[in-house]
């Protein structure tokens, strides 16, 4: 029996704690804005990040097109300043997390859903 045979036989075991992907629209400390007509910053950029590429790419990278999105694509005036927003994540995976990759890999299109 080799190494690699021995490995795969022993139970696997993850913190408690592992797969969990926490998403913020902001840093603590910050502010997070809002549009009154049409919503959040944050959630516009989720929603349209996700709509765009869920069946595509893995959560992560979605998220760092989100945080592009929020911190270039909006500003705010506050007491005469500029200011911008910048997301927050805390990912605990242990992998790569798609949401709708395995439909679109078995040859389901978006107009199909």
């Known amino acids: 029996m080799n190494d690699v045979q021995r490995q795969s036989e022993k139970p696997i075991s993850i913190p408690a704690c592992a797969d969990f992907y926490i998403s913020y629209a902001t840093a603590p400390g910050y502010y997070s804005y809002r549009n009154t007509n049409t919503g959040s910053w944050f959630i516009q ?44 994540h805390v990912n605990m995976l242990t992998g790569s997390l798609y949401l709708g990759a395995s439909r679109w890999r078995k040859g389901i299109t978006r107009s199909e859903i």
């Open 45 to 88: 950029c989720l929603v349209g990040v996700l709509d765009q590429y869920m069946w595509y790419e893995d959560v992560n990278t979605m998220m760092t097109r989100v945080n592009r999105r929020v911190a270039l694509g909006f500003h705010h005036k506050f007491d005469g300043v500029y200011v911008r927003q910048m997301p927050y």
